[in-house]
């Protein structure tokens, strides 16, 4: 298995990114092809995608890197394994890849947030070196009416 960011969109990727988002999120939908491209012609994103031997993407990160007034910072966002290949270290090998990213370009801080009941996630995160926090996570939904 290999990681790689994905530089360029393909149609194995927007296949991919099709199959693994409803295993992420059954509220949120696949992107279009138009946004998933402009996440992965963003500068301030970082699609990562891992392979297995035999050409097939069995999951995905996004890594996003941000400067503010107090630094460099990186956020994790939709980290997905396929269910068939949990439990293989895909996703130990897609979050050191992406921690390794965040160190090169400089970033103090990594952030991620995981729901308690993704036991599974929470402890790969531990064994990462992620500590938890003691803070409040605060969120205003901005769509229209949903």
């Known amino acids: 298995m ?23 999120s059954r509220s949120s939908p696949p992107p279009t092809t138009v946004e998933l491209g402009e ?13 297995d031997d035999g050409g097939t993407v069995v999951g995905m990160a996004t890594l996003v890197t941000f400067r503010i007034p107090t630094g460099m910072r990186a956020w994790i966002e939709d980290v997905v394994v396929d269910e068939a290949g949990r439990g293989e270290g895909v996703g130990r090998a897609l979050t050191d890849a992406m921690v ?4 090169e370009q400089g970033c103090r801080t990594v952030d991620l947030t995981s729901r308690p009941s993704r036991e599974q996630a929470n402890r790969l ?3 990462a070196g992620f500590e938890r926090r003691d803070t409040n996570v605060y969120r205003l939904d901005l769509r229209d009416g949903d």
């Open 2 to 24: 290999k990681v790689e960011i994905a530089t360029t969109l393909t149609p194995a990727i927007v296949d991919a990114v099709d199959r693994l988002v409803p295993q992420l």
């Open 39 to 51: 996440v992965v012609s963003s500068p301030a994103t970082h699609l990562f995608i891992a392979i």
């Open 100 to 103: 390794d990213r965040a160190r």
């Open 125 to 127: 995160y531990q064994r």
